[in-house]
């Protein structure tokens, strides 16, 4: 007991500090931080409508969805564990269930496909690119990761291969991520497949842009009758000493820097290479979202 203002006041005992501190806990949400990877309000009511409701029936939703997503992208941003997930979101096997049944289920794939067509809609541009971009990019693997690694000897590196084709603006298409020792032929041949599974979205793509390491008949030839595609190759001049900015492929370049501004993907964590493949459509889906609001 002590005196407040002339009055005899009862100093809280430690049992009731202790059930103020476990009912503080229990609402996480009123406590989070506001993390630089966080949507703010507006992008949120923007991707609000591409979300998937919850499922009917059984128990219903008990965390804030827009905290699950927040502690994805802080995973993609900062590039730490799920387990190391900060304690004011929501438990990490929570955050990684939701992440990883809408990988399985297509939903940031559908997510990303309609934030494509209304970000090249704002620029002014038909939802259907009539030209792409294909190049590669090889990072090294975490040491516990051994599904689809291998040794890119012209880079040296030991890891994995991302095989992108984005569109002249440099959004993302499609990509694959596959051991780092596979060809560039093969490997291109295999995303623009993915490419072509797209339908109507590519309707009017006839041109793919490449560099030297697609060239060769044969890969011409199946592009042409898998895809009905035309391949043209852009080649560094010859006698050119130091950077020189190359028509077509710099728009793949500045996608790749733009994927190293999430630390998750400087490096490639993941045990599965699908998951990879997420986490990238993952980062262009913010992106996306806030060049539409800009």
């Known amino acids: 007991m002590f005196e407040k203002g002339g009055q005899v006041v009862k100093k809280p005992t430690q049992y009731k500090l202790h059930i103020e501190l476990i009912q503080q806990m229990s ?18 009511e923007l991707l609000s409508d591409f979300l998937p409701a919850a499922k009917p029936g059984g128990r219903p939703r008990s965390v804030e969805m827009w905290d699950v997503i927040n502690a994805i992208l802080f995973v993609l941003c900062e590039g730490c564990q799920w387990r190391a997930i900060p304690g004011d979101f929501p438990a990490w096997q929570t955050v990684y269930t939701y992440f990883r049944n809408w990988r399985k289920d297509g939903t940031w ?9 209304c970000e090249r809609m704002a620029k002014e541009r038909h939802p259907s690119p009539s ?8 990072v090294k ?4 990761v051994h599904e689809s690694v291998g040794y890119d000897a012209g880079k040296q590196i030991k890891g994995r291969k991302r095989f992108m084709t ?7 298409l499609r990509v694959w991520v596959t051991a780092a020792n596979v060809s560039e032929r093969q490997g291109g041949q295999h995303v623009l497949e993915r490419v072509k599974q797209m339908g109507k979205s590519v309707s009017r793509l006839h041109t793919i842009w490449v560099d030297g390491g697609f060239r060769g008949p044969n890969f011409m030839m199946a592009v042409m009758d898998i895809c009905r595609w035309i391949v043209q190759v852009v080649l560094r001049p010859e006698q050119s000493q130091g950077f020189v900015l190359l028509p077509k492929r710099w728009v793949v370049e500045r996608t790749f820097g733009w994927l190293m501004g999430c630390r998750r993907l400087v490096r490639d964590y993941e045990t599965l290479p699908e998951t990879s493949e997420t986490l990238i459509y993952l980062a262009m889906i913010r992106i996306m979202v806030k060049r539409l609001l800009d």
């Open 27 to 44: 609402r996480p949400h009123e406590l989070s931080k506001d993390y630089p990877s966080n949507l703010k309000k507006a992008e949120q």
């Open 141 to 144: 693997s975490a040491a516990r």
């Open 166 to 172: 984005v569109d002249t603006l440099g959004l993302v």
């Open 131 to 138: 030209e792409a971009v294909l190049d590669s990019q090889s």
């Open 109 to 117: 794939l559908k997510i990303h496909e309609a934030l494509y067509r």
